[in-house]
């Protein structure tokens, strides 16, 4: 079972989660979210058990609790969607702008015509 925790402390580790959910039976992996550019907690991370019902339980005794001094919310991980996160991003396209060519079929100003 994989378990997303939200409203970490930006100081909790992942061994910090191991020891936390470690109580309520083994823990597979325990991993804090890092943004990848500051290398600071997003204050979110994941738990993977593989007894369900003991995932279960962690879900149930540990959502709404205080830890480290923040109320956490525990929840069964859902899958991520397809396509990634993120906005999407258009490359090409037939905006407007600057159109060095002529026959462009987007708005803004065409230097071949002027």
Request: net charge negative.
């Amino acid at each position: 079972m994989n378990i997303f925790i939200a409203g970490l402390s930006y100081s909790i580790t992942d061994a910090d989660l191991n020891d936390l959910f470690g109580e309520y039976g083994e823990i597979t992996s325990a991993k804090v979210i890092m943004d990848r550019d500051t290398n600071r907690s997003k204050g979110y991370g994941f738990v993977e058990m593989n007894d369900e019902a003991a995932g279960q339980k962690a879900i149930d005794e540990l959502n709404g609790a205080e830890y480290d001094g923040r109320t956490i919310s525990v929840s069964v991980a859902r899958p991520r969607a397809e396509g990634g996160g993120g906005g999407q991003r258009r490359s090409g396209g037939n905006g407007g702008g600057f159109n060095r060519s002529r026959g462009g079929n987007g708005g803004g100003y065409n230097r071949d015509r002027y």
